[in-house]
């Protein structure tokens, strides 16, 4: 599994850095091993191959991981959609959350920050392929939902996320994820600091660097099919 995960990793690197010289911009990407679904013994793995950043999307299974790798090096995102009677659990175990768009949820996630006095990182989940998934919020939506952290002592607006229907038309998804660029743009201009972009996976991380993406979630071309 070892020797697997470190071809893997070798292949991704070569696919980033090729992406990165063609965006004509020096922003670093940070990768994010996506390790839903996958065992202590991958992301022990990925670990020993410098990956110091995982992604996971429920949130009993990121307090196991969590709790196993206690005394790691580890920067845990929880990338999933958020139930309410979760966030405490999220809170504890992660230190950015992706998929941020709804008021309750936002201000419930200061509310127990606040408790254990914890800063965390927040970024805010836009619906750019509106009819195919009912998380986050339309792109007129994103300063009404930026406001909502200016009340949040605790959470960290940081940019935005987005998960674009992947389309077989490769200038369809150029376009799309152009827009996400544009909007993060956009963001930026009231909030400066909001400047992440959490965009591309395995099917489309090297179109996503092109087009500006600073943080990639990648699960299956790192370990294998999920089942
Ligand atoms: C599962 C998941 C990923 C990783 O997808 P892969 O196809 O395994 O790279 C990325 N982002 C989100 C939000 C996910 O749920």
Redesign the pocket.
């Known amino acids: 599994m070892q020797e697997k995960i470190k071809d893997n990793l070798i292949k991704i690197n070569n696919k980033i850095s090729k992406a990165k010289s063609g965006n004509n911009s020096s922003k670093e990407v940070l990768l994010i091993a996506?390790s839903?679904k996958k065992s202590i013994e991958h992301i022990n793995a990925a670990f020993n191959e410098g990956i110091r950043n995982f992604?996971e999307?429920y949130a009993q299974e990121l307090e196991d991981k969590f709790l196993r790798f206690e005394n790691y090096d580890i920067t845990w995102h929880f990338?999933?959609p958020i139930q309410s009677n979760k966030i405490k659990l999220i809170t504890k175990c992660s230190s950015w959350v992706?998929g941020l768009y709804r008021e309750k949820v936002i201000l419930k996630l200061n509310e127990e920050c606040k408790k254990i006095n914890k800063t965390m990182n927040g970024l805010i989940q836009i619906n750019v392929s509106q009819e195919i998934s009912k998380n986050g919020c339309s792109p007129d939506e994103m300063f009404k939902v930026a406001e909502i952290f200016e009340k949040c002592t605790n959470v960290k607006l940081k940019g935005i996320m987005a998960?674009p229907k992947l389309s077989s038309d490769l200038q369809e998804s150029k376009k799309v994820m152009q827009g996400v660029y544009e909007l993060s743009q956009i963001l930026q201009s009231k909030y400066p600091t909001a400047k992440e972009i959490s965009l591309g996976?395995?099917?489309d991380f090297d179109l996503a660097i092109e087009s500006g993406s600073t943080m990639i979630?990648?699960?299956?071309?790192i370990f294998g099919i999920?089942k």
């Open positions: 996506v839903k992604g999307n990338i999933g992706h998960l996976t395995t099917a979630r990648i699960g299956e071309s999920r």
